[in-house]
């Protein structure tokens, strides 16, 4: 292997520096280009201005987000607004909407959803006012003042996520925005996403080179960047941490090894390597990938958009787009989701705890995956984790989709148990999979709903709540509805 690149040099250079100097264009696909809006634009904005106006007459509103990412970065949206607006606020994060939370928020007068809410029918029973800032798929019944990227022709799970939703309806913090979207796998941006990307890199607040599209380039030790690669996942080399210091070591003898006494991995980031190592490294993976595919592998898909912020140059926890949403699920996942807001709002001490977090967080998540390599086991339609007890609830989501990344030709369906006992369900698919007729957020409200249970979300990714004694009429009725979903080869 003597990592030699098929691969312009110019394609994974930051252009921090060169976009204002006119070296190269600032986007390589066509991103400069002008999008034409979707067809009911006009009505999306009409209500994005009457659901920021709504917002704006209340006296001091409740927001209730989701606790990951994308729910963390768009209720940050909301309290950056309502500060903004000198309006007072509470925020509570929960981690479903299910009825015992509709019942404890009954008697507010005032509400804000994030990330959530569209796809409940109870909540047309609450007796406030209400403002809905969603992109899950839209329960029937449920005709509360909505901001959803559903209700207007658009796709929710890859154009729009909750915190795009959120900024298209009140227009602060849109760091946060691309933060959410990353973080709710919507990269690279289409649509409405990509329509806010265009101005915010004309704008100078986000920046969006090409560059090696592995997630954690900023902070995973380059064989853990390598095994838990997803897009693209690296046949031979995904889930095998030797095989990818066997790979690394092909490249050079000292290839990517730090010399810093303080780095306990031994091994650089992808970050920490010079201009020629990048280069070295990414002719060395696209051979690779080539002779994998029998030479048809698209250069595309390993080198691609990333997503900078001027704003948090020195801080690398804030400065790639990825980390930052990572910092972002360590708080909601680790039970700490305000210390995320304060991250997003700029509080001060708040970063400093999130660092610390965050070790916790993907010692967590290690250990998890060890794990679920172990059990996780091949049922037909799908394949099945059992985390109870062993991978905690808010973790089981984030575990199953670093399951055999990007190697998966079936979705996977991982249980763990909650606080209350209940059996929290998360699964994920693949975009072929969904393209193939797979939608799992209509899968699992359609096996959820004969057992008194609660599910929804996207088409590839969507969570449930099943009661405990339920699990094998639950995953009865699972594989009987995507057995009739996915169309057969």
């Known amino acids: 292997m003597d990592g030699t690149s098929t691969i312009p040099e110019w394609k994974f250079t930051s252009l921090a520096h060169k976009k204002k100097e006119g070296q190269i264009a600032p986007m390589a696909d066509n991103t400069s280009e002008q ?70 928020i009954r008697g507010e007068k005032e509400i804000i959803f994030t990330d959530l809410g569209g796809g409940q029918d109870g909540v047309q029973e609450l007796a406030g006012e209400v403002v809905i800032f969603d992109h899950h798929q839209i329960a029937p019944k449920n005709s509360r003042l909505q901001l959803n990227a559903h209700l207007f022709g658009i796709d929710g799970g890859t154009q729009m996520c ?83 210091v066997q790979f690394l070591q092909g490249i050079g003898a000292n290839f990517g090894k730090s010399t810093d006494a303080e780095n306990k991995s031994g091994w650089k980031t992808y970050n920490q390597l010079d201009a020629e190592e990048k280069k070295r490294l990414i002719g060395a993976l696209a051979s690779h990938m080539a002779e994998a595919s029998g030479g048809k592998f698209p250069g595309e898909k390993l080198v691609g958009e990333t997503y900078l912020f001027p704003r948090f140059i020195s801080t690398p926890e804030l400065y790639e787009a990825g980390e930052f949403s990572t910092l972002m699920n360590a708080c909601g996942r680790h039970d700490q989701p305000q210390l995320g807001i304060d991250i997003c709002l700029g509080r001060a001490g708040a970063l400093e705890k999130g660092r610390a977090l965050l070790l916790l967080h993907r010692r967590a998540l290690r250990d998890g995956v060890d794990y679920a390599y172990r059990v996780v086991r091949d049922w037909g339609p799908f394949l099945f984790l059992d985390g109870r007890g062993v991978i905690d609830d808010g973790l089981i989501g984030v575990v199953a989709g670093m399951v055999y990344p990007g190697g998966r030709t079936k979705p996977i369906l991982a249980v763990a148990l909650d606080a209350s006992g209940k059996i929290k369900v998360s699964t994920r698919g693949t975009k072929k999979l969904v393209n193939n007729g797979l939608n799992l957020g209509l899968a699992l409200r359609e096996a959820c709903t004969p057992l008194g249970g609660a599910g929804g979300g996207h088409a590839i990714a969507a969570g449930a709540s099943v009661p405990a004694d339920k699990l094998n009429e639950f995953l009865a009725l699972f594989s009987k509805a995507i057995e009739g979903q996915i169309k057969k080869d």
Request: contains cysteine; negative net charge; proline residues 7%.
């Open 35 to 104: 999008l034409s809006p979707p067809a009911r634009w006009d009505e999306f904005l009409a209500r994005a201005a009457e659901c920021r106006e709504a917002v704006e007459r209340m006296r001091a509103p409740l927001i209730v987000n989701h606790y990951d990412c994308d729910g963390l970065t768009s209720g940050s949206i909301a309290a950056a607004f309502l500060e903004e607006k000198k309006i007072s606020y509470r925020i509570k994060t929960i981690r479903k909407l299910d009825e015992a939370l509709l019942d404890e």
């Open 162 to 244: 909750g915190a795009t939703t959120a900024y298209w309806g009140l227009r602060v913090l849109p760091e946060a925005a691309i933060v959410g979207a990353v973080g709710d796998i919507q990269a690279p941006m289409q649509g409405p996403n990509r329509m806010l990307l265009q101005d915010f890199v004309g704008k100078n607040i986000v920046e969006a080179p090409i560059d090696l599209r592995l997630y954690g380039r900023m902070s995973r030790p380059l064989p853990q960047l390598l095994a838990y690669a997803d897009e693209p996942y690296l046949p031979g080399l995904g889930g095998h941490e030797e095989r990818c």
